[in-house]
């Protein structure tokens, strides 16, 4: 019936507000029963019946479950016993704070709730039998103090009054008139020893509910002797501030209380009269020292005050009592916990800025700035913590994360309340960062080029190409494939091809150095993400000669039956007399175009010398005093290949007086359509313009070195020791051995015999030198690219 009545109170004073901030407020009854509906909390966050499936509402705060959410409607109901007095003890208000937790998006609500008293307990005695000793010398109106009834309920529902059992020798004093907090035995008529010694009385305290509840206890009156003198103690009420870390055995108070009668009157014992159960097992009492020590440990965070009555009896039976409240000090003793509420793991490298990576709650046992706390995390530029709400903080992404340079996070979360010295917790979070095709493919060079000898077989592998790409798995397997693109007109596929999974060039024809001596051309390595990303790199491919081309002849031409077989040489030549030049060239490159002059075929080999790199032709000694001689002699050329090739040519040396001696010998040769004269002619007017021309060169150059120091410049030392200057000139008969006609032409030659490479100057455009002679010892070669340019261009001034 009584749980009836109040659940019936309860329907009628249970209320709620909402607060600004997300804040609820609501106020129940305590001793509610099992799953006793409070609210529909779901109706007053404003949230639809449909979406609290995916809200999932739940409660993350409790240290004990005393209430839990429905996910099916929202409801907020009882789980557990809700005791206002084990929760609250004797505070006037008392209240549970909750926080309830809402996902998708996340919030958090604060509801508090407020527990009401309602009248659960009975007043209690702290004894079942309260024993007075009582002299038969009691005057009239003489006042004892009995023992309190304690009742843990509020207001109305606590301890109201006392009643005593019907007598003749006792009542109790009014509580308008007591100066005291305890029940007073008020003595109405004498006492006498002798006639009773003992009485029994029965004393009831009764509360203020509906209906009241009682608490009874039985007085024994022992009549002795006069002891006329009360304890007395030094104060009435002890207020001690003790901190929750005290260790056990600790001094909590020292009570002494006086008597003024003597003997066994005036010994003093101390007693707990009134005392919690739960103080019972922290504090314990010497009864003959009054020394108050603890046995148990304190915790602030389980009890925050104790409060007991202690009564000092002497000899006589005559006690005193006073209150003793105990405030428990907290201290700085708890760590504060860090608890994920949601985390996300792996996290797309593509993440914007400010995606939430874990809800992290943070709190503290303690109290006051011992319970604030401050969370940070340990410096990582890519990631960001930032407050939330009612201790919740947010793990979020700062700038853009990139997984080739950081694929993994070990994130460190400190958490220091403001203790001192504060306590630190922290807890580790490992944290994923997967992969985006955000990379394209890499070459390891800029360029790649490859050296093939020309007549390489078709199918041949020429050179490997290699790509990396920083992403991961499908995002980092690479195709390779060559960009189309033409090459003289035709597709670069029908001059090589790649394999696309392992890179390799392959040849898809015989190449040739005389037609094609370079070629180049892209791949494009492409990777398997989606969307494919690609990168491109240029291959040359540069072809190396083999000594394939025998060298060629270009003067005297073998072809040409007239005044170039012949040679006019004056009676007055001395030894060391030129007599011609043999120029030839050759088609291939470096060493195998580097050509060399031999004497195949002459009758008298002292009497000619022949340059073995200049081709040039000289008189070996004196000339025989002879009216004339005639020479046939078949110079050999052959290149420095290997195997070397070679070529010849037949020259008819004539010795005369003048060239009217020579007439009839040239009278009988057969001519072709360009006659003596007609070359002589031309080769006059070539050196006559070389010769203007290298004046004027001459004239250039000293004007120019007026305005410059005497130090010569790189270009100079270049001309002067890459390109060496020969002197070409016209046999006479006034000649000395030297051509009249001095002028300055540049050979093609390689620079180092280990090289391909051709070092020559740009040649003067439009000069004859059909029958120019080269008359310098230094070794002479000739570029493959300038085969065809050796005839015309090959003099410069």
Same mark, same amino acid.
Not at 179 to 206: G, S
Not at 250 to 272: C, M, P, Q, R, W
Not at 436 to 459: C, L, Q, R, W
């Given at each position: 019936?009584?749980?009836?009545?109040?659940?019936?109170?309860?329907?009628?004073?249970?209320?709620?507000?909402?607060?600004?901030?997300?804040?609820?407020?609501?106020?129940?009854?305590?001793?509610?029963?099992?799953?006793?509906?409070?609210?529909?909390?779901?109706?007053?966050?404003?949230?639809?019946?449909?979406?609290?499936?995916?809200?999932?509402?739940?409660?993350?705060?409790?240290?004990?479950?005393?209430?839990?959410?429905?996910?099916?409607?929202?409801?907020?109901?009882?789980?557990?016993?809700?005791?206002?007095?084990?929760?609250?003890?004797?505070?006037?208000?008392?209240?549970?704070?909750?926080?309830?937790?809402?996902?998708?998006?996340?919030?958090?609500?604060?509801?508090?709730?407020?527990?009401?008293?309602?009248?659960?307990?009975?007043?209690?005695?702290?004894?079942?039998? *309260?024993?007075?000793?009582?002299?038969?010398?009691?005057?009239?109106?003489?006042?004892?103090?009995?023992?309190?009834?304690?009742?843990?309920?509020?207001?109305?529902?606590?301890?109201?009054?006392?009643?005593?059992?019907?007598?003749?020798?006792?009542?109790?004093?009014?509580?308008?008139?007591?100066?005291?907090?305890?029940?007073?035995?008020?003595?109405?008529? &004498?006492?006498?020893?002798?006639?009773?010694?003992?009485?029994?009385?029965?004393?009831?305290?009764?509360?203020?509910?509906?209906?009241?509840?009682?608490?009874?206890?039985?007085?024994?009156?022992?009549?002795?002797?006069?002891?006329?003198?009360?304890?007395?103690?030094?104060?009435?009420?002890?207020?001690?501030?003790?901190?929750?870390?005290?260790?056990?055995?600790?001094?909590?108070?020292?009570?002494?209380?006086?008597?003024?009668?003597?003997?066994?009157?005036?010994?003093?014992?101390?007693?707990?009269?009134?005392?919690?159960?739960?103080?019972?097992?922290?504090?314990?009492?010497?009864?003959?020292?009054?020394?108050?020590?603890?046995?148990?440990?304190?915790?602030?965070?389980?009890?925050?005050?104790?409060?007991?009555?202690?009564?000092?009896?002497?000899?006589?039976?005559?006690?005193?009592?006073?209150?003793?409240?105990?405030?428990?000090?907290?201290?700085?003793?708890?760590?504060?916990?860090?608890?994920?509420?949601?985390?996300?793991?792996?996290?797309?490298?593509?993440?914007?800025?400010?995606?939430?990576?874990?809800?992290?709650?943070?709190?503290?046992?303690?109290?006051?700035?011992?319970?604030?706390?401050?969370?940070?995390?340990?410096?990582? &530029?890519?990631?960001?913590?930032?407050?939330?709400?009612?201790?919740?903080?947010?793990?979020?992404?700062?700038?853009?994360?990139?997984?080739?340079?950081?694929?993994?996070?070990?994130?460190?979360?400190?958490?220091?309340?403001? #203790?001192?010295?504060?306590?630190?917790?922290?807890?580790?979070?490992?944290?994923?960062?997967?992969?985006?095709?955000?990379?394209? &493919?890499?070459?390891?060079?800029?360029?790649?080029?490859?050296?093939?000898?020309?007549?390489?077989?078709?199918?041949?592998?020429?050179?490997?190409?290699?790509?990396?790409?920083?992403?991961?798995?499908?995002?980092?397997?690479?195709?390779?494939?060559?960009?189309?693109?033409?090459?003289?007109?035709?597709?670069?596929?029908?001059?090589?091809?790649?394999?696309?999974?392992?890179?390799?060039?392959?040849?898809?024809?015989?190449?040739?150095?005389?037609?094609?001596?370079?070629?180049?051309?892209?791949?494009?390595?492409?990777?398997?993400?989606?969307?494919?990303?690609?990168?491109?790199?240029?291959?040359?491919?540069?072809?190396?000669?083999?000594?394939?081309?025998?060298?060629?002849?270009?003067?005297?031409?073998?072809?040409?039956?007239?005044?170039?077989? *012949?040679?006019?040489?004056?009676?007055?030549?001395?030894?060391?007399?030129?007599?011609?030049?043999?120029?030839?060239?050759?088609?291939?490159?470096?060493?195998?175009?580097?050509?060399?002059?031999?004497?195949?075929?002459?009758?008298?080999?002292?009497?000619?010398?022949?340059?073995?790199?200049?081709?040039?032709?000289?008189?070996?000694?004196?000339?025989?005093?002879?009216?004339?001689?005639?020479?046939?002699?078949?110079?050999?050329?052959?290149?420095? #290949?290997?195997?070397?090739?070679?070529?010849?040519?037949?020259?008819?040396?004539?010795?005369?007086?003048?060239?009217?001696?020579?007439?009839?010998?040239?009278?009988?040769?057969?001519?072709?359509?360009?006659?003596?004269?007609?070359?002589?002619?031309?080769?006059?007017?070539?050196?006559?313009?070389?010769?203007?021309?290298?004046?004027?060169?001459?004239?250039?150059?000293?004007?120019?070195?007026?305005?410059?120091?005497?130090?010569?410049?790189?270009?100079?030392?270049?001309?002067?020791?890459?390109?060496?200057?020969?002197?070409?000139?016209?046999?006479?008969?006034?000649?000395?051995?030297?051509?009249?006609?001095?002028?300055?032409?540049?050979?093609?030659?390689?620079?180092?015999?280990?090289?391909?490479?051709?070092?020559?100057?740009?040649?003067?455009?439009?000069?004859?030198?059909?029958?120019?002679?080269?008359?310098?010892?230094?070794?002479? #070669?000739?570029?493959?690219?300038?085969?065809?340019?050796?005839?015309?261009?090959?003099?410069?001034?």
């Amino acid at each position: 019936m009584e749980g009836m009545a109040w659940q019936v109170i309860f329907c009628c004073f249970c209320f709620y507000t909402v607060a600004a901030s997300d804040q609820f407020h609501y106020s129940i009854l305590e001793e509610m029963k099992l799953n006793s509906v409070i609210v529909n909390v779901a109706e007053d966050l404003g949230f639809k019946s449909n979406e609290l499936k995916n809200r999932k509402l739940r409660i993350v705060s409790q240290n004990r479950n005393y209430f839990n959410i429905s996910l099916k409607n929202g409801n907020l109901y009882v789980s557990d016993r809700i005791d206002r007095e084990e929760i609250c003890g004797s505070e006037q208000s008392c209240f549970l704070d909750l926080e309830i937790l809402a996902v998708n998006p996340v919030n958090v609500y604060s509801v508090k709730i407020e527990i009401q008293d309602i009248n659960d307990n009975s007043p209690n005695f702290s004894k079942d039998t *309260f024993n007075i000793r009582i002299s038969e010398s009691a005057l009239l109106g003489a006042r004892f103090v009995l023992g309190n009834a304690r009742d843990p309920d509020l207001g109305s529902n606590s301890l109201q009054s006392y009643e005593l059992s019907p007598n003749s020798h006792f009542t109790l004093v009014d509580k308008s008139e007591s100066r005291k907090e305890y029940p007073e035995l008020l003595l109405v008529q &004498p006492l006498d020893r002798e006639k009773h010694q003992k009485y029994e009385i029965i004393l009831t305290a009764f509360d203020g509910g509906k209906p009241v509840k009682t608490g009874t206890t039985i007085i024994n009156i022992l009549v002795q002797d006069i002891n006329d003198n009360y304890p007395v103690f030094s104060q009435k009420s002890y207020q001690v501030n003790l901190n929750e870390n005290l260790p056990i055995g600790f001094e909590v108070l020292h009570l002494n209380a006086t008597d003024k009668d003597e003997g066994s009157n005036a010994e003093i014992t101390y007693l707990f009269s009134h005392i919690t159960e739960n103080a019972r097992h922290v504090f314990t009492m010497d009864p003959e020292s009054g020394v108050m020590k603890t046995i148990g440990e304190l915790d602030f965070e389980v009890t925050q005050s104790y409060e007991m009555t202690v009564e000092a009896a002497d000899g006589g039976g005559l006690v005193e009592q006073c209150t003793i409240l105990i405030q428990i000090m907290d201290v700085n003793d708890n760590a504060p916990e860090i608890m994920l509420a949601s985390l996300s793991t792996p996290i797309p490298e593509d993440s914007a800025p400010g995606t939430l990576v874990a809800l992290i709650n943070v709190k503290d046992l303690d109290s006051g700035n011992y319970g604030d706390v401050s969370c940070r995390m340990t410096d990582i &530029p890519s990631l960001k913590l930032m407050p939330s709400s009612n201790n919740y903080y947010k793990l979020e992404t700062a700038s853009p994360l990139d997984r080739e340079t950081k694929s993994t996070y070990n994130i460190t979360i400190i958490a220091e309340d403001e #203790g001192s010295p504060p306590m630190v917790t922290k807890k580790m979070i490992y944290i994923t960062i997967s992969d985006v095709n955000d990379n394209p &493919p890499v070459f390891d060079k800029p360029m790649y080029i490859s050296y093939i000898p020309e007549h390489t077989p078709a199918g041949t592998s020429v050179h490997s190409i290699q790509a990396s790409d920083s992403d991961d798995k499908e995002n980092a397997r690479i195709v390779y494939s060559v960009v189309n693109t033409n090459i003289d007109n035709i597709p670069v596929s029908s001059f090589i091809s790649i394999n696309s999974m392992t890179g390799i060039i392959y040849a898809q024809r015989s190449f040739d150095y005389e037609q094609l001596r370079e070629f180049q051309f892209q791949v494009m390595a492409k990777d398997n993400g989606s969307p494919p990303l690609s990168s491109n790199v240029t291959v040359r491919i540069c072809i190396i000669d083999k000594n394939d081309n025998s060298p060629k002849i270009l003067y005297p031409s073998p072809d040409n039956e007239g005044s170039a077989l *012949f040679e006019f040489i004056p009676h007055s030549a001395e030894k060391g007399y030129l007599v011609t030049k043999v120029i030839a060239v050759d088609a291939d490159s470096g060493h195998n175009a580097w050509l060399s002059y031999h004497l195949l075929q002459v009758p008298d080999p002292s009497l000619f010398t022949i340059g073995q790199r200049t081709g040039e032709i000289r008189i070996g000694r004196d000339l025989p005093d002879t009216e004339s001689l005639r020479q046939n002699i078949v110079v050999l050329v052959k290149d420095n #290949g290997v195997p070397s090739l070679s070529a010849t040519v037949t020259l008819n040396l004539v010795v005369a007086e003048n060239f009217q001696q020579l007439e009839p010998e040239i009278k009988h040769q057969p001519r072709n359509s360009d006659s003596p004269s007609n070359v002589t002619f031309y080769l006059v007017i070539a050196i006559a313009l070389i010769s203007i021309l290298f004046i004027v060169a001459v004239l250039a150059t000293i004007i120019f070195k007026c305005h410059k120091s005497n130090t010569p410049t790189s270009f100079e030392a270049l001309s002067r020791n890459v390109y060496p200057q020969f002197t070409l000139g016209c046999p006479s008969e006034i000649s000395d051995g030297s051509l009249p006609y001095p002028f300055s032409y540049d050979v093609c030659v390689t620079l180092d015999s280990k090289r391909n490479e051709i070092a020559y100057l740009k040649p003067v455009q439009n000069v004859p030198t059909d029958n120019l002679i080269d008359t310098d010892d230094s070794a002479v #070669g000739t570029d493959s690219t300038n085969a065809n340019l050796s005839t015309s261009s090959i003099v410069q001034v």
